[in-house]
Protein backbone atom coordinates (compact mmCIF):
# COMPACT_ATOMS: atom_id res chain seq x y z
CA UNK A 1 0.00 0.00 0.00
CA UNK A 2 2.83 2.77 0.88
CA UNK A 3 4.06 1.37 -3.01
CA UNK A 4 0.78 2.69 -4.30
CA UNK A 5 0.37 5.54 -2.59
CA UNK A 6 4.29 6.99 -3.40
CA UNK A 7 3.11 5.83 -6.91
CA UNK A 8 -0.03 8.20 -6.92
CA UNK A 9 2.25 10.73 -5.65
CA UNK A 10 4.70 10.37 -8.30
CA UNK A 11 2.11 10.48 -10.71
CA UNK A 12 0.34 13.64 -9.79
CA UNK A 13 4.31 15.55 -9.50
CA UNK A 14 4.70 14.29 -12.74
CA UNK A 15 1.40 15.92 -14.08
CA UNK A 16 2.13 19.16 -14.39
CA UNK A 17 -1.54 19.95 -15.06
CA UNK A 18 -3.07 18.32 -12.16
CA UNK A 19 0.18 20.69 -10.10
CA UNK A 20 -1.30 23.68 -12.00
CA UNK A 21 -4.85 22.80 -10.97
CA UNK A 22 -4.39 21.62 -7.20
CA UNK A 23 -1.60 23.81 -6.27
CA UNK A 24 -1.46 26.69 -7.90
CA UNK A 25 -5.13 27.31 -8.89
CA UNK A 26 -6.04 27.63 -5.35
CA UNK A 27 -3.16 29.85 -4.63
CA UNK A 28 -3.69 32.55 -7.20
CA UNK A 29 -7.64 32.69 -6.24
CA UNK A 30 -6.81 33.27 -3.07
CA UNK A 31 -4.18 36.03 -3.89
CA UNK A 32 -6.86 37.65 -6.14
CA UNK A 33 -9.85 37.59 -3.84
CA UNK A 34 -7.78 38.55 -1.00
CA UNK A 35 -6.48 41.85 -2.74
CA UNK A 36 -10.07 42.56 -3.75
CA UNK A 37 -10.94 42.91 -0.33
CA UNK A 38 -14.45 42.62 0.02
CA UNK A 39 -15.22 43.68 3.13
CA UNK A 40 -17.68 46.45 2.33
CA UNK A 41 -19.43 44.07 0.26
CA UNK A 42 -20.42 41.30 3.10
CA UNK A 43 -21.22 41.79 6.36
CA UNK A 44 -18.22 40.12 8.36
CA UNK A 45 -18.06 39.37 12.10
CA UNK A 46 -16.64 42.73 13.88
CA UNK A 47 -13.23 43.14 13.56
CA UNK A 48 -12.78 40.47 11.19
CA UNK A 49 -10.80 41.08 7.61
CA UNK A 50 -12.17 39.55 4.51
CA UNK A 51 -8.49 37.76 4.11
CA UNK A 52 -9.24 36.41 7.11
CA UNK A 53 -12.88 35.01 6.33
CA UNK A 54 -11.37 33.81 3.02
CA UNK A 55 -8.18 31.71 4.45
CA UNK A 56 -10.10 28.87 5.59
CA UNK A 57 -12.49 28.94 2.98
CA UNK A 58 -9.60 28.83 0.32
CA UNK A 59 -8.34 25.70 1.81
CA UNK A 60 -11.94 23.94 2.35
CA UNK A 61 -12.20 24.71 -0.74
CA UNK A 62 -9.19 23.42 -2.69
CA UNK A 63 -9.41 20.10 -1.16
CA UNK A 64 -12.95 19.90 -1.96
CA UNK A 65 -12.21 20.33 -5.52
CA UNK A 66 -9.52 17.89 -5.64
CA UNK A 67 -11.29 15.28 -3.92
CA UNK A 68 -14.45 15.63 -5.87
CA UNK A 69 -12.72 16.67 -9.42
CA UNK A 70 -9.17 15.72 -9.40
CA UNK A 71 -10.18 12.50 -8.09
CA UNK A 72 -13.34 11.21 -10.08
CA UNK A 73 -11.58 12.64 -13.63
CA UNK A 74 -8.49 10.42 -13.12
CA UNK A 75 -10.60 7.32 -11.57
CA UNK A 76 -12.25 7.63 -14.80
CA UNK A 77 -8.76 7.80 -16.96
CA UNK A 78 -8.03 4.54 -14.63
CA UNK A 79 -11.10 2.44 -15.24
CA UNK A 80 -11.26 3.53 -19.28
CA UNK A 81 -7.28 2.79 -19.51
CA UNK A 82 -8.34 -0.64 -17.78
CA UNK A 83 -5.55 0.06 -14.62
CA UNK A 84 -8.47 -0.29 -12.29
CA UNK A 85 -9.40 -3.90 -13.80
CA UNK A 86 -5.71 -5.18 -14.32
CA UNK A 87 -5.11 -4.10 -10.12
CA UNK A 88 -8.06 -5.97 -9.49
CA UNK A 89 -6.64 -9.18 -10.75
CA UNK A 90 -3.81 -8.51 -8.08
CA UNK A 91 -4.20 -9.34 -4.35
CA UNK A 92 -4.63 -5.43 -3.71
CA UNK A 93 -8.36 -4.90 -2.46
CA UNK A 94 -10.77 -1.88 -3.41
CA UNK A 95 -10.46 -0.43 0.23
CA UNK A 96 -6.45 -0.76 -0.19
CA UNK A 97 -6.96 1.28 -3.33
CA UNK A 98 -9.47 3.92 -1.97
CA UNK A 99 -6.93 4.30 1.59
CA UNK A 100 -3.67 4.42 -0.90
CA UNK A 101 -5.63 7.43 -2.41
CA UNK A 102 -6.30 9.47 0.14
CA UNK A 103 -3.08 8.63 1.59
CA UNK A 104 -1.46 10.23 -1.40
CA UNK A 105 -4.46 13.41 -1.66
CA UNK A 106 -3.99 13.87 2.01
CA UNK A 107 0.15 14.63 1.42
CA UNK A 108 -0.83 16.62 -1.42
CA UNK A 109 -3.40 18.57 0.46
CA UNK A 110 -1.17 19.10 3.50
CA UNK A 111 1.09 21.13 0.68
CA UNK A 112 -1.66 23.03 -1.12
CA UNK A 113 -2.50 24.03 2.90
CA UNK A 114 0.76 24.62 3.86
CA UNK A 115 1.43 26.90 0.68
CA UNK A 116 -1.96 28.68 1.39
CA UNK A 117 -1.13 29.35 5.10
CA UNK A 118 2.57 30.70 4.19
CA UNK A 119 0.87 33.33 1.37
CA UNK A 120 -1.29 34.48 4.64
CA UNK A 121 1.47 34.98 7.03
CA UNK A 122 3.98 36.66 4.32
CA UNK A 123 1.82 38.81 2.19
CA UNK A 124 -1.26 39.38 4.47
CA UNK A 125 0.56 39.63 7.94
CA UNK A 126 -2.53 36.93 9.08
CA UNK A 127 -1.78 35.61 12.73
CA UNK A 128 -2.55 32.21 13.74
CA UNK A 129 -4.21 30.59 16.93
CA UNK A 130 -2.39 27.70 18.79
CA UNK A 131 -5.26 25.66 17.41
CA UNK A 132 -3.75 25.34 14.17
CA UNK A 133 -1.86 22.34 15.35
CA UNK A 134 -5.68 20.68 14.42
CA UNK A 135 -5.46 21.37 11.06
CA UNK A 136 -4.31 18.02 9.48
CA UNK A 137 -6.50 16.20 11.29
CA UNK A 138 -9.51 17.92 9.86
CA UNK A 139 -7.79 18.10 6.53
CA UNK A 140 -7.45 14.27 6.68
CA UNK A 141 -11.11 13.51 7.75
CA UNK A 142 -12.71 15.86 4.98
CA UNK A 143 -9.81 14.60 2.09
CA UNK A 144 -11.32 11.41 2.72
CA UNK A 145 -14.89 12.78 2.57
CA UNK A 146 -14.36 14.49 -0.45
CA UNK A 147 -12.48 11.77 -2.31
CA UNK A 148 -15.26 9.53 -1.41
CA UNK A 149 -17.74 11.35 -3.01
CA UNK A 150 -15.61 11.64 -6.21
CA UNK A 151 -14.70 7.65 -5.90
CA UNK A 152 -19.01 7.50 -6.30
CA UNK A 153 -19.13 9.65 -8.73
CA UNK A 154 -16.40 7.65 -10.77
CA UNK A 155 -18.11 4.38 -10.57
CA UNK A 156 -21.47 5.81 -11.11
CA UNK A 157 -20.51 7.97 -14.21
CA UNK A 158 -18.85 6.13 -17.29
CA UNK A 159 -16.98 9.18 -18.56
CA UNK A 160 -16.74 12.86 -18.69
CA UNK A 161 -19.42 13.74 -20.23
CA UNK A 162 -21.18 11.51 -17.56
CA UNK A 163 -19.37 12.93 -14.55
CA UNK A 164 -19.46 16.56 -15.32
CA UNK A 165 -23.30 16.91 -14.14
CA UNK A 166 -22.11 15.43 -11.15
CA UNK A 167 -19.56 16.92 -10.26
CA UNK A 168 -21.28 20.07 -10.88
CA UNK A 169 -23.63 19.66 -8.93
CA UNK A 170 -21.63 18.42 -6.17
CA UNK A 171 -18.84 20.95 -6.02
CA UNK A 172 -21.24 24.03 -6.68
CA UNK A 173 -23.40 23.50 -3.80
CA UNK A 174 -20.72 22.91 -1.72
CA UNK A 175 -18.60 25.99 -2.87
CA UNK A 176 -21.90 28.52 -2.46
CA UNK A 177 -22.99 26.76 0.60
CA UNK A 178 -20.18 26.17 2.60
CA UNK A 179 -19.16 29.57 3.66
CA UNK A 180 -16.22 29.89 1.55
CA UNK A 181 -16.59 32.88 -0.43
CA UNK A 182 -19.26 35.13 1.53
CA UNK A 183 -21.16 34.60 4.64
CA UNK A 184 -23.73 32.54 4.68
CA UNK A 185 -25.96 34.88 6.97
CA UNK A 186 -27.64 36.92 4.45
CA UNK A 187 -29.44 33.55 2.96
CA UNK A 188 -33.05 32.04 4.17
CA UNK A 189 -33.05 30.41 7.42
CA UNK A 190 -33.56 27.29 5.62
CA UNK A 191 -31.11 27.53 3.58
CA UNK A 192 -28.51 27.74 5.64
CA UNK A 193 -29.90 24.72 7.67
CA UNK A 194 -29.37 22.92 4.79
CA UNK A 195 -26.29 24.76 4.21
CA UNK A 196 -25.07 23.53 7.84
CA UNK A 197 -25.77 19.75 7.09
CA UNK A 198 -23.52 19.52 4.25
CA UNK A 199 -19.71 18.35 4.79
CA UNK A 200 -18.43 22.15 3.39
CA UNK A 201 -19.74 24.34 6.13
CA UNK A 202 -18.83 22.25 9.20
CA UNK A 203 -15.51 22.06 7.46
CA UNK A 204 -14.81 25.74 6.98
CA UNK A 205 -16.48 26.05 10.80
CA UNK A 206 -13.59 24.01 11.59
CA UNK A 207 -11.24 25.39 10.14
CA UNK A 208 -12.00 28.77 11.20
CA UNK A 209 -11.72 27.73 14.61
CA UNK A 210 -8.45 25.60 14.02
CA UNK A 211 -6.63 28.94 12.07
CA UNK A 212 -8.04 31.80 14.21
CA UNK A 213 -10.12 30.38 17.44
CA UNK A 214 -13.44 31.10 15.93
CA UNK A 215 -16.75 29.53 16.46
CA UNK A 216 -15.90 27.35 19.32
CA UNK A 217 -19.60 26.80 20.26
CA UNK A 218 -19.90 25.24 17.05
CA UNK A 219 -17.20 22.46 17.68
CA UNK A 220 -19.12 19.50 18.56
CA UNK A 221 -22.05 19.97 16.23
CA UNK A 222 -19.75 19.98 13.70
CA UNK A 223 -17.59 17.14 14.43
CA UNK A 224 -20.41 15.21 14.66
CA UNK A 225 -21.83 15.71 11.20
CA UNK A 226 -18.34 15.20 9.55
CA UNK A 227 -18.12 12.31 11.38
CA UNK A 228 -21.50 10.71 10.05
CA UNK A 229 -20.35 12.02 6.46
CA UNK A 230 -16.99 10.36 7.11
CA UNK A 231 -19.03 7.26 7.78
CA UNK A 232 -21.94 7.43 5.34
CA UNK A 233 -19.24 8.32 2.71
CA UNK A 234 -17.12 5.82 3.12
CA UNK A 235 -19.24 2.77 3.21
CA UNK A 236 -20.53 4.17 0.04
CA UNK A 237 -17.32 4.90 -1.66
CA UNK A 238 -16.38 1.34 -1.17
CA UNK A 239 -19.44 -0.68 -1.77
CA UNK A 240 -19.75 1.67 -4.68
CA UNK A 241 -16.71 1.65 -5.88
CA UNK A 242 -15.90 -2.50 -5.70
CA UNK A 243 -18.66 -3.22 -7.40
CA UNK A 244 -18.88 -1.04 -10.43
CA UNK A 245 -15.40 0.39 -10.77
CA UNK A 246 -13.06 -2.28 -9.33
CA UNK A 247 -13.47 -4.81 -11.94
CA UNK B 1 -3.89 -33.45 -10.34
CA UNK B 2 -6.67 -30.48 -11.42
CA UNK B 3 -5.79 -27.49 -11.67
CA UNK B 4 -9.17 -26.13 -12.30
CA UNK B 5 -11.84 -27.55 -12.00
CA UNK B 6 -15.21 -25.72 -13.18
CA UNK B 7 -19.07 -27.31 -12.65
CA UNK B 8 -21.79 -26.32 -14.57
CA UNK B 9 -21.17 -22.78 -14.68
CA UNK B 10 -23.71 -20.32 -15.47
CA UNK B 11 -23.44 -16.92 -16.36
CA UNK B 12 -26.89 -14.37 -17.85
CA UNK B 13 -26.55 -10.77 -18.78
CA UNK B 14 -30.25 -9.93 -18.62
CA UNK B 15 -31.85 -12.32 -21.11
CA UNK B 16 -28.87 -13.52 -22.84
CA UNK B 17 -26.93 -16.33 -21.30
CA UNK B 18 -23.55 -15.59 -21.72
CA UNK B 19 -22.32 -19.57 -20.21
CA UNK B 20 -24.32 -21.97 -19.95
CA UNK B 21 -23.73 -24.90 -17.94
CA UNK B 22 -20.10 -25.07 -18.71
CA UNK B 23 -17.73 -27.84 -16.83
CA UNK B 24 -14.17 -28.49 -17.43
CA UNK B 25 -10.80 -29.35 -15.41
CA UNK B 26 -7.55 -28.11 -16.07
CA UNK B 27 -4.80 -30.48 -15.41
CA UNK B 28 -0.88 -29.81 -14.20
CA UNK B 29 1.98 -28.68 -16.39
CA UNK B 30 -0.96 -28.70 -19.16
CA UNK B 31 -1.74 -25.96 -21.77
CA UNK B 32 -5.56 -25.78 -21.98
CA UNK B 33 -6.99 -23.72 -24.79
CA UNK B 34 -10.37 -22.24 -25.22
CA UNK B 35 -11.34 -21.82 -29.12
CA UNK B 36 -14.47 -19.90 -29.76
CA UNK B 37 -15.65 -16.99 -31.87
CA UNK B 38 -15.57 -13.57 -30.58
CA UNK B 39 -19.05 -13.29 -28.73
CA UNK B 40 -19.11 -17.16 -27.38
CA UNK B 41 -18.41 -16.35 -24.06
CA UNK B 42 -14.60 -16.97 -23.39
CA UNK B 43 -13.77 -13.63 -21.65
CA UNK B 44 -16.96 -14.05 -19.65
CA UNK B 45 -15.38 -17.62 -18.41
CA UNK B 46 -12.18 -16.66 -18.02
CA UNK B 47 -13.69 -13.50 -15.85
CA UNK B 48 -15.37 -15.50 -13.74
CA UNK B 49 -12.01 -17.50 -13.10
CA UNK B 50 -9.86 -14.33 -12.38
CA UNK B 51 -12.87 -13.65 -9.77
CA UNK B 52 -14.04 -10.09 -12.06
CA UNK B 53 -17.46 -11.75 -12.06
CA UNK B 54 -19.35 -13.57 -10.16
CA UNK B 55 -21.43 -17.09 -11.74
CA UNK B 56 -24.78 -16.89 -11.81
CA UNK B 57 -24.34 -20.68 -10.42
CA UNK B 58 -21.67 -23.38 -10.45
CA UNK B 59 -18.68 -23.97 -8.93
CA UNK B 60 -15.43 -23.07 -9.59
CA UNK B 61 -12.08 -24.80 -7.31
CA UNK B 62 -9.16 -23.58 -7.97
CA UNK B 63 -5.59 -26.03 -6.47
CA UNK B 64 -8.73 -27.61 -4.82
CA UNK B 65 -9.97 -24.16 -3.36
CA UNK B 66 -13.25 -22.88 -3.71
CA UNK B 67 -12.30 -20.01 -5.47
CA UNK B 68 -14.89 -17.61 -4.07
CA UNK B 69 -14.41 -18.33 -0.62
CA UNK B 70 -10.35 -17.91 -1.31
CA UNK B 71 -10.22 -15.72 -3.84
CA UNK B 72 -7.25 -13.23 -2.43
CA UNK B 73 -4.87 -16.16 -1.59
CA UNK B 74 -5.73 -17.52 -4.93
CA UNK B 75 -4.40 -14.62 -6.42
CA UNK B 76 -0.93 -15.03 -4.86
CA UNK B 77 -0.70 -18.19 -7.26
CA UNK B 78 -2.39 -17.10 -10.19
CA UNK B 79 -1.33 -15.07 -12.97
CA UNK B 80 -3.14 -13.25 -15.18
CA UNK B 81 -3.03 -11.98 -18.58
CA UNK B 82 -5.69 -9.49 -19.36
CA UNK B 83 -7.56 -9.17 -22.95
CA UNK B 84 -6.94 -5.52 -22.51
CA UNK B 85 -5.18 -4.16 -19.69
CA UNK B 86 -3.80 -0.78 -18.70
CA UNK B 87 -0.47 0.75 -16.80
CA UNK B 88 -0.61 4.20 -14.69
CA UNK B 89 1.05 6.79 -17.14
CA UNK B 90 3.62 8.09 -16.29
CA UNK B 91 5.07 5.53 -15.10
CA UNK B 92 8.34 3.43 -16.02
CA UNK B 93 8.81 0.02 -16.60
CA UNK B 94 11.06 -0.62 -13.68
CA UNK B 95 8.42 1.45 -11.61
CA UNK B 96 5.06 -0.44 -12.63
CA UNK B 97 6.91 -3.47 -11.65
CA UNK B 98 7.96 -2.26 -8.84
CA UNK B 99 4.18 -1.75 -7.54
CA UNK B 100 2.80 -4.90 -9.12
CA UNK B 101 5.50 -7.07 -6.97
CA UNK B 102 4.59 -4.87 -3.90
CA UNK B 103 0.90 -6.70 -4.08
CA UNK B 104 2.75 -9.70 -3.40
CA UNK B 105 4.42 -11.99 -0.91
CA UNK B 106 7.17 -13.11 -2.93
CA UNK B 107 8.45 -11.69 -5.35
CA UNK B 108 11.43 -12.54 -8.42
CA UNK B 109 14.17 -9.79 -8.57
CA UNK B 110 13.28 -7.01 -11.31
CA UNK B 111 16.74 -7.16 -12.66
CA UNK B 112 16.57 -10.81 -13.37
CA UNK B 113 12.81 -10.53 -14.72
CA UNK B 114 13.99 -7.75 -17.25
CA UNK B 115 16.78 -10.10 -17.95
CA UNK B 116 13.94 -13.05 -18.83
CA UNK B 117 11.84 -10.82 -21.01
CA UNK B 118 14.54 -8.67 -22.47
CA UNK B 119 13.07 -5.22 -20.97
CA UNK B 120 16.24 -4.57 -19.63
CA UNK B 121 16.55 -1.64 -22.68
CA UNK B 122 12.87 -0.41 -22.08
CA UNK B 123 12.78 -0.42 -18.14
CA UNK B 124 12.88 3.40 -17.85
CA UNK B 125 10.26 3.86 -21.15
CA UNK B 126 6.70 4.19 -20.24
CA UNK B 127 4.24 1.42 -21.36
CA UNK B 128 2.41 3.69 -23.69
CA UNK B 129 6.23 4.33 -25.36
CA UNK B 130 6.69 0.37 -25.73
CA UNK B 131 5.93 -1.49 -28.93
CA UNK B 132 3.41 -4.25 -29.18
CA UNK B 133 5.88 -7.08 -28.71
CA UNK B 134 7.58 -5.19 -25.91
CA UNK B 135 3.98 -4.52 -24.09
CA UNK B 136 3.08 -8.25 -24.82
CA UNK B 137 6.35 -8.86 -22.64
CA UNK B 138 5.81 -6.77 -20.45
CA UNK B 139 2.31 -7.93 -19.91
CA UNK B 140 3.45 -11.57 -19.35
CA UNK B 141 6.07 -10.22 -16.91
CA UNK B 142 3.90 -8.53 -14.71
CA UNK B 143 2.30 -11.34 -14.88
CA UNK B 144 4.64 -13.45 -13.44
CA UNK B 145 7.05 -11.88 -11.38
CA UNK B 146 5.21 -13.36 -8.16
CA UNK B 147 6.33 -16.64 -10.05
CA UNK B 148 2.40 -18.29 -9.90
CA UNK B 149 1.45 -21.73 -10.24
CA UNK B 150 -0.87 -21.38 -12.98
CA UNK B 151 -0.75 -18.56 -15.97
CA UNK B 152 -4.52 -17.64 -17.39
CA UNK B 153 -4.54 -16.06 -20.43
CA UNK B 154 -7.24 -13.97 -22.23
CA UNK B 155 -6.68 -13.81 -26.23
CA UNK B 156 -3.06 -13.01 -25.36
CA UNK B 157 -1.82 -12.31 -28.85
CA UNK B 158 -4.81 -10.11 -30.56
CA UNK B 159 -3.45 -7.53 -32.61
CA UNK B 160 -0.62 -8.41 -32.65
CA UNK B 161 1.52 -9.39 -35.78
CA UNK B 162 2.56 -12.78 -36.78
CA UNK B 163 6.29 -12.40 -35.93
CA UNK B 164 5.54 -11.08 -32.19
CA UNK B 165 3.02 -14.06 -32.34
CA UNK B 166 5.40 -16.91 -32.76
CA UNK B 167 7.81 -15.35 -30.38
CA UNK B 168 5.09 -15.02 -27.96
CA UNK B 169 4.46 -18.57 -28.33
CA UNK B 170 7.80 -19.75 -28.19
CA UNK B 171 7.82 -18.13 -24.67
CA UNK B 172 4.53 -19.87 -23.39
CA UNK B 173 6.30 -23.06 -24.59
CA UNK B 174 9.17 -22.09 -22.67
CA UNK B 175 6.91 -21.67 -19.70
CA UNK B 176 5.24 -24.74 -20.47
CA UNK B 177 8.53 -26.94 -20.29
CA UNK B 178 9.42 -25.05 -16.68
CA UNK B 179 6.05 -26.73 -15.80
CA UNK B 180 3.56 -23.58 -15.33
CA UNK B 181 0.38 -24.86 -16.07
CA UNK B 182 -1.86 -22.50 -18.34
CA UNK B 183 -5.34 -21.53 -19.21
CA UNK B 184 -6.13 -18.92 -22.73
CA UNK B 185 -8.40 -18.43 -24.65
CA UNK B 186 -8.18 -17.95 -28.01
CA UNK B 187 -10.05 -17.03 -31.57
CA UNK B 188 -7.40 -18.03 -33.92
CA UNK B 189 -7.41 -21.80 -34.69
CA UNK B 190 -3.65 -22.30 -35.28
CA UNK B 191 -2.88 -20.92 -31.67
CA UNK B 192 -5.10 -23.76 -30.38
CA UNK B 193 -3.47 -26.26 -32.34
CA UNK B 194 -0.01 -25.07 -31.49
CA UNK B 195 -0.10 -24.16 -27.89
CA UNK B 196 -2.69 -26.40 -26.29
CA UNK B 197 -2.22 -29.89 -24.63
CA UNK B 198 -6.03 -29.92 -24.82
CA UNK B 199 -8.67 -27.73 -26.13
CA UNK B 200 -12.13 -26.77 -25.50
CA UNK B 201 -14.33 -26.06 -28.56
CA UNK B 202 -16.92 -22.87 -27.48
CA UNK B 203 -19.74 -21.92 -28.45
CA UNK B 204 -22.81 -19.80 -27.79
CA UNK B 205 -21.70 -19.99 -24.44
CA UNK B 206 -21.25 -23.78 -24.60
CA UNK B 207 -18.55 -26.33 -24.88
CA UNK B 208 -19.39 -28.56 -27.55
CA UNK B 209 -15.94 -30.43 -27.71
CA UNK B 210 -13.03 -30.79 -25.39
CA UNK B 211 -9.82 -33.24 -26.31
CA UNK B 212 -6.42 -33.31 -27.80
CA UNK B 213 -6.07 -31.04 -31.02
CA UNK B 214 -4.87 -34.19 -33.15
CA UNK B 215 -7.92 -36.33 -31.48
CA UNK B 216 -10.60 -33.80 -32.44
CA UNK B 217 -8.94 -33.27 -35.94
CA UNK B 218 -9.05 -36.42 -36.42
CA UNK B 219 -12.91 -36.97 -35.23
CA UNK B 220 -13.43 -35.28 -38.75
CA UNK B 221 -12.87 -38.58 -40.25
CA UNK B 222 -11.64 -35.91 -43.10
CA UNK B 223 -7.99 -35.27 -43.62
CA UNK B 224 -7.84 -32.71 -46.55
CA UNK B 225 -9.30 -29.98 -48.63
CA UNK B 226 -8.90 -28.39 -51.79
CA UNK B 227 -9.24 -24.70 -51.83
CA UNK B 228 -9.74 -22.42 -55.05
CA UNK B 229 -11.67 -19.70 -56.82
CA UNK B 230 -12.88 -19.88 -60.28
CA UNK B 231 -13.01 -16.93 -62.94
CA UNK B 232 -16.47 -18.16 -63.86
CA UNK B 233 -18.77 -19.25 -60.99
CA UNK B 234 -20.19 -23.08 -61.28
CA UNK B 235 -22.32 -24.80 -59.52
CA UNK B 236 -21.43 -26.61 -56.75
CA UNK B 237 -22.98 -29.99 -57.29
CA UNK B 238 -21.38 -29.81 -60.75
CA UNK B 239 -18.09 -30.14 -58.19
CA UNK B 240 -19.67 -32.68 -55.48
CA UNK B 241 -19.69 -35.00 -58.45
CA UNK B 242 -15.90 -35.44 -58.84
CA UNK B 243 -14.34 -38.41 -57.72
CA UNK B 244 -12.99 -38.13 -54.43
CA UNK B 245 -15.24 -35.19 -53.37
CA UNK B 246 -17.23 -35.55 -50.15
CA UNK B 247 -18.16 -32.40 -49.90
CA UNK B 248 -18.20 -29.12 -52.30
CA UNK B 249 -19.22 -25.57 -50.61
CA UNK B 250 -18.82 -21.92 -51.56
CA UNK B 251 -17.97 -19.49 -49.51
CA UNK B 252 -18.83 -16.23 -51.63
CA UNK B 253 -15.90 -16.27 -53.87
CA UNK B 254 -14.28 -19.42 -52.90
CA UNK B 255 -14.86 -23.11 -53.16
CA UNK B 256 -14.03 -25.95 -50.77
CA UNK B 257 -13.62 -29.32 -51.51
CA UNK B 258 -13.51 -31.88 -48.59
CA UNK B 259 -11.94 -35.20 -49.67
CA UNK B 260 -9.70 -38.42 -48.00
CA UNK B 261 -7.65 -38.37 -51.43
CA UNK B 262 -6.21 -35.48 -52.23
CA UNK B 263 -3.90 -36.49 -55.02
CA UNK B 264 -7.13 -38.06 -56.88
CA UNK B 265 -9.58 -35.20 -56.65
CA UNK B 266 -6.66 -32.60 -57.41
CA UNK B 267 -5.90 -34.37 -60.95
CA UNK B 268 -9.98 -35.28 -61.60
CA UNK B 269 -10.31 -31.07 -60.77
CA UNK B 270 -7.90 -30.09 -62.96
CA UNK B 271 -9.19 -32.80 -65.77
CA UNK B 272 -12.27 -30.94 -65.25
CA UNK B 273 -11.12 -27.64 -65.27
CA UNK B 274 -9.69 -28.22 -68.96
CA UNK B 275 -13.45 -28.36 -70.35
CA UNK B 276 -14.76 -25.71 -68.21
CA UNK B 277 -14.94 -21.87 -69.57
CA UNK B 278 -13.64 -20.65 -66.60
CA UNK B 279 -10.21 -20.33 -64.56
CA UNK B 280 -9.09 -21.88 -61.47
CA UNK B 281 -6.79 -19.66 -59.54
CA UNK B 282 -5.37 -19.92 -55.75
CA UNK B 283 -5.94 -23.60 -55.51
CA UNK B 284 -4.39 -24.94 -52.37
CA UNK B 285 -4.54 -28.53 -50.46
CA UNK B 286 -5.14 -27.65 -46.78
CA UNK B 287 -4.43 -30.77 -44.22
CA UNK B 288 -7.99 -30.36 -41.86
CA UNK B 289 -7.72 -28.44 -39.10
CA UNK B 290 -9.57 -27.03 -35.79
CA UNK B 291 -11.41 -24.81 -38.36
CA UNK B 292 -13.12 -27.41 -39.82
CA UNK B 293 -13.69 -29.16 -36.62
CA UNK B 294 -15.05 -25.95 -35.29
CA UNK B 295 -17.44 -25.68 -38.39
CA UNK B 296 -18.29 -29.17 -38.38
CA UNK B 297 -19.77 -29.17 -34.71
CA UNK B 298 -21.38 -25.53 -34.79
CA UNK B 299 -22.09 -25.40 -38.26
CA UNK B 300 -20.30 -21.97 -38.75
CA UNK B 301 -17.17 -20.56 -38.98
CA UNK B 302 -14.74 -19.13 -36.45
CA UNK B 303 -14.57 -16.07 -38.20
CA UNK B 304 -18.02 -15.53 -37.83
CA UNK B 305 -20.47 -14.94 -35.07
CA UNK B 306 -23.67 -17.36 -34.53
CA UNK B 307 -26.63 -15.38 -35.62
CA UNK B 308 -29.12 -14.96 -32.90
Known sequence: MTALTTVFLKIFFRNRRAMFFVIFLPAALFLILALLRFEQVFRLNVGQNYTDFLLPGIVAFAVMQMGIYTVAYSLIDFHKQMVLKRLAVTPLTSGQFLLSQSLARFIIALIQTSLLLLLALTIFQTGFSWQIVFTP??????????????????????????????????????????DVFFPLANLPQWLQNFATALPMKPFVGLLRYSFFGMGKGQLLPNLLILLCWLVASTLGAKIIFAKKAYR | MAVIEVQNLKKTYGKIEAVKAVSFEVKEGEIFGVLGPNGAGKTTILEMLEGLRRPDSGQINIFG?????????????????????????????????????????????????????QLEPFLHRTYRE?????????????????????????????????????????????????????????????????????????????????????????????????????????NVTELENLPGVIMARR????????????EITLRELLDWEKHYSGKIFNLQVKQATLEDVFLKLTGHSLKERRRT
Open chain 2, 251 to 262: DRYTYDLETNTP
Open chain 2, 130 to 234: LSGGQRQRFVLAAALLHQPDLLILDEPTIGLDPGVRQRLWDTLMDLRRDGLTMLLTTHYMEEAQILADRVAILDDGRIVACDRPVRLVNSLGVVSRLQFMISKPV
Open chain 1, 137 to 178: LIILVCTIIFLNFGSIIASIARDYEEAAPYTAVVGLSMSFLG
Open chain 2, 65 to 117: QNLAKNLLSLRNRCGIVLQHSGYFEYLTIREALGLFASFYEHTVAIADLAEKF
